[in-house]
T-cell receptor, first 117, second 111 residues
Framework: NAGVMQNPRHLVRRRGQEARLRCSPM?????VYWYRQLPEEGLKFMVY????????ESGMPKERFSAEFPKEGPSILRIQQVVRGDSAAYFC???????????????FGPGTRLTVL | LAKTTQPISMDSYEGQEVNITCSHN???????ITWYQQFPSQGPRFIIQ???TKVTNEVASLFIPADRKSSTLSLPRVSLSDTAVYYC????????????FGAGTRLTVKP
């Protein structure tokens, strides 16, 4: 059973370009989370999605950032008109929504490291 | 969401037991306590989760006192490969199921 997959692993963009980060959840998982991590800092929650629905986007910047999780295909985190401050590691996690007691375990991907020149 | 407080860093030596304590004074009745481990350049990995008393698995133990305002992750006989950042999270099950990561505790295991 493959784990959470993210691509690309490394992405370099110039200021003003668009960055598209992809996340394929584990098989059978219908919940996806995106986090951003700056060097030497903890992960910051960005958005929580289920198939075709955004459940919680309270951590997403109001402008330039968007996320989707279509019925078919991977989840996409899109950053338009990137700036140097967007340089960070972006992690995706998925969970199965098992419905039992306690929060579902989140399984993380290896991350995409975005560098904005 | 309950806020958590952990030490920023800890040092230990190989073979020692390491205990990392997390404070969560405003934990809610439905909240669970979850710990994740993160190695450099990797995504976090689930270690253990508990609600009260003690939970043990093949990797660690989690001790939660009766008032649940704190919890302690215990790593028995650490090795160099346990050098990582450890995050304590508090959250509840439910439709939103989001958790907030703090800065974590950077554990350095020395030979």
């Amino acid at each position: 059973n493959a784990g959470v997959m993210q691509n690309p692993r490394h992405l370099v963009r110039r200021r003003g370009q668009e960055a598209r980060l992809r996340c394929s959840p584990m098989k059978g998982h219908s919940h996806v989370y995106w986090y951003r991590q700056l060097p030497e800092e903890g992960l910051k929650f960005m958005v929580y999605l289920q198939k075709e629905n955004i459940i919680d986007e309270s951590g997403m910047p109001k402008e330039r950032f968007s996320a989707e999780f279509p019925k078919e295909g991977p989840s996409i985190l899109r950053i338009q008109q990137v700036v140097r401050g967007d340089s960070a590691a972006y992690f995706c996690a998925s969970s199965p929504r098992r419905g039992g007691l306690g929060p579902d375990t989140q399984y993380f991907g290896p991350g995409t490291r975005l560098t904005v020149l | 969401l309950a806020k958590t407080t952990q030490p920023i860093s800890m040092d230990s030596y190989e073979g020692q037991e390491v205990n990392i304590t997390c404070s969560h004074n405003n934990i809610a009745t439905n909240d669970y306590i979850t710990w994740y481990q993160q190695f450099p350049s990797q995504g976090p990995r689930f270690i253990i989760q508990g609600y009260k008393t003690k939970v043990t698995n093949e990797v660690a133990s989690l001790f939660i006192p009766a008032d649940r305002k704190s919890s302690t992750l215990s790593l028995p006989r650490v090795s160099l490969s346990d050098t990582a950042v450890y995050y304590c999270l508090v959250g509840e099950s439910g439709p939103n199921n989001d958790m907030r990561f703090g800065a974590g505790t950077r554990l350095t295991v020395k030979p």
